[in-house]
């Protein structure tokens, strides 16, 4: 039989965790936590400039093709006049349909319609041509999509060359 004593315990009892370590155990869980959440907001950050640079890109395109398909939509400054190396404006006839750009399948929400179509009407394009040379038989033609982005105005520009001839009678 084993004998006991009457010795009053002297030290803690370690079956629990102490304060110290519960604060720095919250410490550490608090500096995780900010650090993800840090990651997740600027992920969403990213995700939406993306956006506007893929929508910038692909208004681009569409405005090119449009000039090269139908360059009857534009106004078209004189050869003459793009034979000095500079962009000259290029802009929108009356026979340009503006096309919003909303796709086919659009939120039903009317609060979402609207965010939708507020971000694409965010957007704006300038199209600019230019004669590499007197006797160039092309023109150059870039498009520049300007937005807002951060307090900060942001452009993407493409460029791509059309045949003189098809510029045929027009200004």
């Known amino acids: 039989m084993k004998r006991q004593t009457n010795r009053p315990r002297t ?3 370690s079956s629990g965790f102490t ?3 519960m604060l720095g ?4 869980a608090g500096v995780a936590a900010f650090i993800v959440i840090s990651l997740f907001s600027w ?3 990213l995700g939406q400039e993306s956006r506007r640079h893929s929508m910038a890109a692909g208004m681009a395109s569409e405005l090119l ?3 090269h398909r139908a360059p009857e939509e534009f106004v078209w400054p004189e050869l003459d006049d793009l034979s000095h190396g500079e962009g000259v404006p290029v802009e929108a006839s009356d026979a340009f349909e503006a096309d919003p750009g909303l796709p086919a399948a659009m939120p039903t929400v009317t ?3 609207d965010a939708e179509t507020a971000f694409r009407e965010a957007f704006r394009w ?3 041509a230019r004669r590499p040379g007197a006797d160039a038989h092309y ?4 498009v520049a999509v300007y937005w807002e982005a951060q307090g900060r105005e942001r452009v993407y520009t493409l460029t791509s060359a059309l045949p003189v001839q098809r510029l045929g009678d027009s200004p």
Do not use: C, Q
């Open 11 to 13: 030290g803690v009892d």
């Open 19 to 21: 304060l110290v370590e």
């Open 25 to 28: 155990a919250l410490a550490v």
């Open 43 to 45: 992920s969403l950050v």
């Open 65 to 67: 093709t449009r000039m």
């Open 111 to 113: 609060r979402l319609r």
């Open 126 to 128: 300038e199209a600019f």
């Open 139 to 142: 023109v150059e033609l870039t």
